[in-house]
Structure formats: structure tokens, C-alpha cells
């Protein structure tokens, strides 16, 4: 399973972006897909996660509201829809695949497979 992350860049706060993780090697109806975020001198944080079902975990507090994920099952792809973007909000974004569909989708360590991250920098 490889994953590819994309969409990243530089925005003003309140702004937009997407970003989509498009996998290969195995359908993502079949894989909890997970996005994380890291952020300088941080661990990386779990931000929300999408089932192998299509059922959406909650998403981290600081993102609630202005944060959506979804997927689309013939491009093998998942998004992150970033909207009202603030500083706090600039990290490196990571997406995740879980091959065997583990219940504690909120875990990192339930996460098999990495895409390489997309930065994403929010100036005030």
C-alpha cells in the first residue's frame, strides 16, 4: 500500500485548502484511513479518521467545525477540506492507512502505512 499526500502550501489565516491522499495497492472501502498533523518541536496528532465503512470518527477539538474528510471510492482517494485556517493550524499533514481495520482508529499505532506529508503554513 503506498500512499501520496498532496495539496499542501501557504495560506492567510482564514483562508482555505484541500488535501487529498490518493492510495494505491489496495481499495480504501477496504482500509481506515486516517489524517495526523505535526507540527514543529511536536509529536504528531491524530486530526480525524475515516472508516473502511465510511463512518467518520470525531475530529480533534481545535479543528471541529472547520475541518471536514471525506473520500471518493473510484479515485482511491481521501480529502481534508481546511476552511478558516488559522497559525495554529501550520503543520506537516500526514495521511495513514490501517490495513486491518483496527478499532482504535484514534491511535496512531493502529496506522500501517504513511504517505510522505504536505505542509501546510498558515500566516496571520
Known amino acids: 500500500v503506498q500512499l501520496q499526500a498532496s495539496g499542501g502550501g501557504l495560506v492567510q489565516a482564514g483562508g482555505s485548502l484541500r488535501l487529498s491522499c490518493t492510495v494505491s495497492g489496495r481499495p480504501i472501502n477496504n482500509l481506515n484511513m486516517g489524517w495526523f498533523r505535526q507540527a514543529p518541536g511536536k509529536e504528531r496528532e491524530f486530526v480525524v479518521a475515516i472508516r473502511w465503512s465510511g463512518s467518520i470518527t470525531a475530529y480533534t477539538d481545535s479543528v471541529k467545525g472547520r475541518f471536514t474528510v471525506s473520500r471518493e471510492n473510484a479515485k482511491n482517494t481521501i480529502y481534508l477540506q481546511m476552511n478558516s485556517l488559522k497559525p495554529e493550524d501550520t503543520a506537516a499533514y500526514y495521511c495513514?492507512?490501517?490495513?486491518?481495520?483496527?478499532?482504535?482508529?484514534?491511535?496512531?499505532?493502529?496506522?500501517?502505512?504513511w504517505g510522505q506529508g504536505t505542509q501546510v503554513t498558515v500566516s496571520s
Open positions: 495513514a492507512a490501517d490495513g486491518r481495520r483496527s478499532v482504535a482508529v484514534c491511535d496512531i499505532r493502529s496506522y500501517d502505512y
